[in-house]
């Protein structure tokens, strides 16, 4: 809850927006959410718990190490590549953008491992001014089927940047110590933007090269959304609601007053 782009042209936006204001119970994964939604004048029923997804990656990535032969099976090295995932509507369904991103990734100097999304495969096929087979030529360039959730996060994991428009591998960047361009001019995770891991470059494709030269990896890298246990604080506020007298047992009204991301 409470995230926004400010972008109401995201069908997501709307979707947000429609969402947070109907809902009773409403669990963000930071304060920058929590602040978004006091600004809409929702106040009640508001918990900044984390996000659930980082509770999803701790569990994957002992998984991914285990069970994915993804590096394997492609002859990647660790650091070795850059990963690349473009999925959402303003880039696919533009084609001067898409082209803009295309033309980026075949310039940069390092090899680029592309899963390339059903939606954005469709486009490029039937765009008479796109050629995938063309791309598919370009030297650095490597396209690919896309790939299972632990395959995608071994691949994440050991890529040296990650060039994204997906908020999730934004976070998952994050997450995993990895520099992130974002392909488009607006994030709702502009805590990444801030802590200097994450630069929006948009999709010309001057700005997304001179992004992958120029970004390097902060030193300092500040805990964000949460610890990992966002699942259990919903789970604890979900109590609270339908069994109230667990929550002065337990939890001493720390649930009343909004504030599970301290407890």
Not at 72 to 101: F, W
Not at 104 to 113: N, R, T
Not at 233 to 256: C, M, N, T, W
Request: one cysteine or more; hydrophobic letters at 40%; proline letters at 5%.
């Amino acid at each position: 809850a409470g995230l926004r782009s400010f972008n109401r042209a995201m069908p997501e936006e709307i979707n947000r927006i429609v969402a947070d204001h109907l809902s009773t119970l409403l669990f963000c994964p930071s304060q920058t959410a929590v602040k978004n939604l006091a600004a809409e004048g929702i106040t009640q029923g508001v918990y900044n718990v984390g996000d659930v997804m980082m509770d999803a990656l701790n569990l994957a990535i002992e998984a991914a190490d285990r069970r994915s032969s993804i590096l394997d099976a492609l002859q990647l090295s660790e650091k070795g590549y850059l990963l690349a995932t473009v999925h959402r509507a303003e880039n696919t369904d533009d084609p001067a953008r898409l082209r803009n991103i295309l033309a980026a990734l075949g310039q940069l100097d390092e090899p680029v491992v592309f899963p390339i999304h059903p939606r954005t495969r469709k486009v490029i096929e039937t765009d008479a001014r796109l050629s995938l087979k063309d791309h598919a030529q370009a030297r650095n360039l490597r396209i690919i089927d896309p790939v299972g959730y632990l395959d995608m996060i071994q691949l994440e994991k050991s890529a040296r940047m990650i060039l994204t428009d997906s908020g999730g591998v934004q976070k998952e960047a994050y997450w995993l110590g990895v520099p992130c361009i974002t392909l488009r001019e607006e994030t709702e995770w502009v805590e990444t933007v801030e802590a200097g891991w994450n630069v929006l470059a948009g999709n010309e494709p001057q700005a997304i090269v001179e992004a992958v030269k120029s970004l390097k990896a902060p030193k300092h890298h500040p805990p964000l959304y949460g610890d990992g246990k966002a699942a259990e604080r919903i789970a604890k506020a979900l109590e609270g609601i339908f069994q109230p007298e667990l929550v002065s047992l337990k939890y001493k009204g720390d649930i009343q007053n909004n504030d599970l991301a301290l407890t």
